[in-house]
């Protein structure tokens, strides 16, 4: 991959992937201060609001074929991650694709949004690195892990620790644990909380670090020469998805239009440039359910 296209990914939410610094490090909200890009065609127009311009990407080939069908589907870019959902439950844009389901349900809850999953996307791992060791088994006593200091991140970064067998955490925790909920460690290791965005300039420091895949991939970060990769990639809690307003999938009309941009981003095109593009770090999750199905 390109070193342009590495830069693109530095917006990238996932609200799975940046929801540390600032709710994801970035600044200016509101629909007024999106930007916007849209495929060529006539006809109906689709406006799907998304955080970053690697979206461009991984959405041109839905974006050309669904062109074709009379669909013209307009990406507006937000520079924030709490600003999209906003806007789709006002009816400033008709879908949003930047987070992952847990994030969804925060601001459901949080917020009173009326708002729900049409479909899956992608899920990025969140692998651990080191620039010091090499082997799980060369970790000991009074080392240091650094792992992501916002709830989503940090709990799913203690959840890859888990699953490295580097600790165990309380059943209890839920979806989110905390440092709070660690039982038990393999070693006498310490667990560092930083912002995801600092994890990877800091690798030198500490003995290794759970990074976000967006910062991974920015930082050159080979996800093969990963100390531990991320197995929990079934986790539906963590796929990404595009939203929907819950009013609008009463319309027939607009719930047929919404199942074929649905289909179309779920495509071996869209795969292609997960693969080719981006390395794999993009994997395709979720395709085989029909969120649509029964609404």
């Not at 895949?213 to 539906?236: I, M, R, S």
């Not at 595009?242 to 779920?266: G, H, M, P």
């Not at 085989?288 to 199905?293: C, R, Y």
């Amino acid at each position: 991959m390109n070193k342009k296209k590495w830069r693109k990914l530095v917006g990238l939410t996932l609200a799975a992937g940046i929801l540390g610094a600032a709710l994801a490090g970035c600044g200016a909200s509101g629909s007024d201060n999106a930007s916007s890009a849209s495929g060529e065609g006539s006809g109906e127009t689709v406006k799907l609001g998304v955080t970053g311009a690697v979206y461009e990407d991984i959405w041109q080939p839905a974006i050309d074929k669904l062109a074709d069908e009379g669909i013209n589907v307009e990406l507006v870019q937000f520079s924030d991650y709490t600003t999209p959902n906003n806007a789709l439950a006002n009816g400033d844009i008709d879908l949003n694709a930047f987070q992952h389901e847990i994030f969804l349900n925060d601001e459901v809850e949080k917020n009173g949004y009326e708002i729900q999953p049409i479909g899956y996307t992608f899920i990025i791992p969140l692998n651990l690195y080191s620039d010091s060791i090499t082997s799980l088994d060369e970790l000991k006593d009074g080392d240091t892990i650094a792992i992501p200091n916002d709830v989503t991140n940090g709990g799913r970064a203690l959840k890859v620790l888990e699953s490295a067998g580097l600790l165990t955490l309380d059943p209890a925790a839920g979806e989110n644990p905390t440092v709070d909920d660690v039982t038990d460690k393999k070693v006498d290791f310490e667990i560092k909380e930083l912002a995801a965005n600092t994890i990877p300039s800091t690798l030198p420091d500490v003995t290794a670090g759970i990074v976000n895949g967006n910062f991974a991939l920015d930082y050159d970060l080979d996800p093969d020469k990963a100390l531990f990769k991320d197995t929990g990639l079934d986790d539906e809690n963590y796929w990404n998805l595009i939203a929907a307003r819950t009013e609008d999938l009463q319309d027939a009309d607009k719930r047929a239009t919404y199942k074929k941009i649905v289909q179309a981003f779920q495509s071996d095109e869209t795969k292609a440039i997960f693969e080719d593009s981006y390395n794999g770090y993009f994997v395709p999750v979720g395709w085989d359910q029909d969120l649509l199905a029964d609404k």
